[in-house]
């Protein structure tokens, strides 16, 4: 079993749907990233979280500790969101390990 | 200046060439990394860099050479790859901490070397 799984892994959206992208982990993490890829391959840093919300523009990251679990929320969402969504995990113990989960592709038709 | 810079964007070469791929940041980061991303795939780490020293390596076979000469760059020197190492390899930087990248820091990428090795 993967110690990231995201859900889902496909989602296809129309212009302006309020978008939900979830992460599961299962190990005691010091941080989650949300990260963001288009096609071609240029990786973009959405939201490094430990706990609570994060907002930026129509995107928001909230993180459960408790329930080892995070979401990426998409409002109003455009055909230019359309993109790969990541989550990784990082971990502090006797060495750094940061996991990535296998993403989830979003396309959003105008 | 937040940008993170890879050269080249593409590479094509044989089994027994040595090429270098090249990362660099003007941010004042002191932590960098090196990712191994197949297709379809999440990225994979390969290195890391803490204060111009290497302080992770997850294993990664010796026909993969990364260097640090200085706090703005990072290589990786390739020797001897195999057609099972093509692939896109992504550099990041993040603003690090004292030994190690100890602090959480969000990770700025750069754009990517697609790598062929026929």
């Known amino acids: 079993k993967n110690e990231v799984e995201q859900s889902p892994q496909n989602l296809t959206a129309q212009e302006g749907e309020f978008i939900t992208i979830n992460c599961s982990y299962s190990?005691?993490?010091?941080?989650l990233h949300w990260l963001q890829q288009h096609p071609g391959g240029g990786i973009v840093s959405l939201f490094m979280l430990s706990s609570g919300k994060k907002k930026h523009g129509r995107l928001i990251a909230t993180i459960n500790i408790q329930e080892k679990h995070s979401s990426l929320h998409i409002t109003a969402s455009h055909p230019r969101d359309s993109a790969v969504y990541i989550c990784?995990?990082?971990?502090?113990?006797?060495?750094?390990?940061?996991?990535f989960g296998k993403g989830t592709l979003l396309t959003v038709n105008p | 200046d937040t940008e993170v810079t890879q050269t080249p964007k593409h590479l094509v070469m044989g089994m027994t060439n040595k090429k270098s791929l090249k990362c660099e940041q003007h941010?004042?980061?002191?932590?960098m990394y090196w990712y191994k991303q197949k297709a379809k795939k999440p990225p994979e780490l390969m290195f890391v860099y803490s204060y111009e020293k290497l302080s992770i390596n997850e294993s990664v076979p010796s026909r993969f050479s990364p260097e640090c000469p200085n706090s703005s760059l990072l290589n990786l020197h390739l020797h001897a790859l195999q057609p099972e190492d093509s692939a896109l390899y992504l550099c990041?930087?993040?603003?690090?901490?004292?030994?190690?990248?100890?602090?959480?820091?969000?990770?700025?990428f750069g754009p990517g070397t697609r790598l062929t090795v026929l």
């Open positions: 990041a930087s993040s603003q690090g901490g004292s030994g190690s990248p100890r602090r959480t820091d969000t990770q700025y």
């Open positions: 941010m004042g980061h002191r932590a």
């Open positions: 190990v005691g993490i010091s941080a």
């Open positions: 990784a995990v990082e971990i502090w113990g006797s060495n750094y390990k940061l996991t």
